[in-house]
């Protein structure tokens, strides 16, 4: 079992930029792919970025790539992503998840952390 705690949201202006963060509990941190996703009010939940377990591959959507990085760091057990160049549309609740070994996929998520650009 492992708990993801997100922060780092909060209110920006266009063109800003935040980090979000997300912890994570429990052992074996580093065996989980981890992602970001985003759900904005009256949308269905989306794909953000995905990071391997070593960190060494990274996906992204996309209507982020080039503006957000995610990265990882398995001895600090967090997961980040850099969010610059914002737009209004990138407002919304953003979501970190993790990918254990094994079928189930995203088992795991934080309880979100609120994103608001204003223009």
């Known amino acids: 079992q492992v708990q993801l705690v997100d922060s780092g949201g909060g209110l920006v202006q266009a063109g800003g930029s935040l980090r979000l963060s997300c912890a994570a509990s429990?052992?074996?941190?580093?065996?989980?792919?981890m992602g970001w996703f985003r759900q904005a009010p009256g949308k269905e939940r989306q794909f953000v970025a995905i990071?391997?377990?070593?960190?060494?591959?990274?996906s992204y959507s996309d209507s982020v790539k080039g503006r957000f990085a995610i990265s990882r760091d398995n001895d600090k057990n967090t997961v980040y992503l850099q969010m610059n160049s914002l737009k209004p549309e990138d407002t919304a609740v953003y979501y970190c998840a993790a990918d254990p070994p094994g079928p189930g996929g995203w088992s795991y998520w934080g309880q979100g952390t609120q994103v608001t650009v204003s223009s």
């Open positions: 990071i391997s377990r070593s960190g060494g591959t990274t």
């Open positions: 429990g052992r074996s941190f580093s065996s989980y792919t």
